[in-house]
């Protein structure tokens, strides 16, 4: 099994607090695929592209500085799509973010026992946010189970029957409230999880999945649910 990461090292033209980092990047992707046809045509399609973590190193005060170098990874499990980005987003400027370098590489992966949310995961339903408070984590289960089956339909993978249904074995909820996103002028809540993975051959594929696209909704637009793994 395995995946592809590009790390980009980027530049700010100014500060920027960590509640606007997500979008702020998301934009700035989005505006480097409209520099070729094939891209925007990538860009413009409702699919699940990749996902995106956030700068480092962490800034302690929540704000990223202007003039500072950071670094952020990008996921996907399309290597063609991977190395056209890595061209575009090299020496792009926008949105108060400069790239000046990118790596591309690929991750060769045995096997997983466990994923945790590096960025919360935002689960919906009816149009709601997934709260301890007011929904089963049972429910929360089969949110993330079906979405990564979605995805991995997407890239022609087969998910397969699975005894117990779903490929987590233990779900924790690792924050006591529900923490934000900024979302063209609205707030997204998520949770921070880390999950135990059951072991069979699709349990494998999606905790896969959802390193290289992320775990739960947003992935491609705020990097929510980017994941790591042990």
């Known amino acids: ?3 592809y990461e590009l790390k980009i090292m980027v530049k700010l033209s100014m500060d920027m607090n960590f509640v606007d980092v997500p979008y702020n990047i998301g934009v700035f992707i989005n505006n480097s695929m409209l520099k070729t046809a094939l891209l925007k045509k990538f860009h413009e399609e409702k699919f699940y592209k990749y ?15 202007k ?13 063609q799509l991977l ?3 890595a061209i575009a987003i090299y020496n792009h400027n926008y949105n108060n973010i400069k790239a000046i370098d990118v790596d591309l590489k690929m991750e060769e992966v045995d096997k997983i026992n466990e994923i945790y949310t590096l960025k919360p995961v935002i689960v919906t339903i009816d149009s709601k946010p997934w709260l301890k408070e007011k929904y089963s ?6 949110r993330l189970n079906d ?10 993978e087969e998910c397969g029957v699975m005894a117990s249904g ?34 069979d051959e699709f349990s494998q594929k999606k905790a896969l999945a959802a390193i290289a696209l992320g775990l739960g909704e947003k992935g491609s637009s705020l990097g929510a649910g980017f994941c790591d793994y042990k």
């Open 83 to 85: 190395n056209k980005m």
């Open 147 to 156: 979405n990564l089956e979605k995805k991995l339909n997407q890239i022609g």
């Open 67 to 79: 003039d500072k170098i950071y670094s952020f990874r990008l996921r996907s499990m399309n290597i």
């Open 51 to 65: 996902v995106f973590d956030t700068f480092y190193p962490i800034e302690r005060d929540k704000v990223y500085k």
């Open 1 to 3: 099994m395995n995946f």
């Open 166 to 199: 779903t490929f987590i074995s233990e779900i924790e909820i690792l924050n006591k409230f529900p923490m934000k996103y900024s979302y063209k002028s609205i707030n997204l809540l998520g949770n921070k999880v880390q999950i135990k993975v059951n072991q």
């Open 137 to 142: 984590v049972d429910l929360l289960v089969k």
